[in-house]
């Protein structure tokens, strides 16, 4: 069974970065692709960010282009978000995602296989 555990959440003023870490207990991470989905209170949840095995394919969702990046240490098991210039509408539990076929349909939640716990984040105005 692949674990996936977020951690780096926590809350932060707008305008600042946190970088999220999700690692993941599998010996053929490097053949996951990996995503990052987002659930605000009330809300669905949505997708945010995905990369490819390799790391040389990403996407990202159009609110949070320019601001996040998703990258991955292959060596570690480990893939990354950084998320700066905060806005308070980035509020979320912000989950990891893996997808042991190695799709590169990123956008649907179903996609994924496995999900991790999730991490916090608020981001106060």
């Known amino acids: 069974q692949v674990q996936l555990v977020e951690s780096g959440g926590g809350l932060v003023q707008a305008g600042g970065s946190l970088r999220l870490s999700c690692a993941a207990s599998?010996?053929?991470?490097?053949?996951?692709?990996m995503g990052w989905f987002r659930q605000a209170p009330g809300k669905e949840r949505e997708f945010v960010a995905a990369?490819?095995?390799?790391?040389?394919?990403?996407d990202y969702a159009d609110s949070v282009k320019g601001r996040f990046t998703i990258v991955r240490e292959n060596a570690k098991n480990t893939v990354y978000l950084q998320m700066n210039s905060l806005k308070p509408e980035d509020t979320a539990v912000y989950y990891c995602?893996?997808?042991?076929?190695?799709?590169?349909?990123?956008?649907?939640?179903?996609?994924?296989?496995?999900w991790g716990q999730g991490t916090p984040v608020t981001v106060s105005s």
């Open positions: 995602a893996a997808d042991p076929r190695g799709s590169t349909y990123y956008t649907p939640d179903r996609t994924y296989i496995y």
């Open positions: 599998v010996r053929t991470f490097s053949s996951y692709t």
């Open positions: 990369i490819n095995w390799s790391g040389d394919s990403t």
